[in-house]
């Protein structure tokens, strides 16, 4: 059971460019989210999707689009990359988007803008 | 609106005193809240949560939590800090009704000194 995969781990990107993180779940999780991490400002959620065909914004989704391809995947895309968004981003995942349930994270993905 | 405020940045405590990391919260209605820990290069993984009754939470790998209404606090605590315990860990809360999106504190870095 791999629980949440988020791919690349490490990207670098020049400004400007973009590019596509992916996250797939097997949990039959119906919620997926996108955080993003950086030191001192904890996790700020970017954009999540409460189920299947829904997604909306988060606290910080400026520069960032995401598309929930199906139940299992939720992709984070970076149309024009800037140094500001320069960053460890986390994929998570619960059963759903309420309450007590608990979140399942992903590994990380490393993304570095020059 | 709700928030999680972590007042320490870092903690150091030797390897086998007691710890405590402290957490406060802020949420309108009655809270859910959380602990996640986070390894190097590795993902946020779930500790432990309040969810109702008994004030005392306990946890994996030894971590207890106490909830404190009056306090609005969450402080988690382990009575003999391992060398392993070094992580970064997060607080977070969620209120109990409707589908609010989780808010995490912004992390405290537990350093062990063996």
């Known amino acids: 059971n791999a629980g949440v995969t988020q791919t690349p781990k490490f990207q670098v990107l020049k400004t400007g460019q973009s590019m596509t993180l992916q996250c797939a779940q097997d949990?039959?999780?119906?919620?997926m989210y996108w955080y993003r991490q950086d030191p001192g400002m904890g996790l700020r959620l970017i954009y999540y999707?409460?189920?299947?065909?829904?997604?909306d914004k988060g606290e910080v989704p400026n520069g960032y689009n995401v598309s929930r391809l199906n139940k299992r995947e939720f992709s984070l895309r970076l149309e024009s990359a800037a140094p500001s968004q320069t960053s460890v981003y986390f994929c998570?995942?619960?059963?759903?988007?309420?309450?007590?349930?608990?979140?399942?994270f992903g590994a990380g993905s490393r993304l570095t803008v020059l | 609106a709700q928030s999680v405020a972590q007042p320490e940045d870092q903690v150091n405590v030797a390897e086998g005193n007691p710890l405590t990391v402290k957490c406060t919260y802020s949420?309108?209605?009655?809270?859910?809240l959380f602990w996640y820990v986070q390894y190097p290069n590795r993902g946020l993984q779930f500790l432990l949560k309040?969810?109702?009754?008994?004030?005392l939470v306990k946890g994996s790998y030894g971590f207890e939590a106490e909830f404190n209404k009056s306090q609005t606090s969450f402080h988690l605590k382990k009575p003999s800090a391992l060398v392993s315990d070094s992580a970064l860990y997060f607080c977070?809360?969620?209120?109990?009704?409707?589908?609010?999106?989780?808010?995490f504190g912004t992390g405290t870095r537990l350093t062990i000194i063996p």
């Open positions: 998570a995942s619960e059963i759903r988007a309420s309450g007590a349930n608990v979140l399942t």
């Open positions: 949990m039959n999780h119906n919620s």
């Open positions: 999707s409460a189920s299947e065909g829904t997604t």
């Open positions: 949420v309108s209605g009655n809270p859910y």
């Open positions: 309040y969810i109702t009754g008994d004030n």
């Open positions: 977070a809360v969620r209120h109990n009704f409707g589908n609010e999106k989780l808010t």
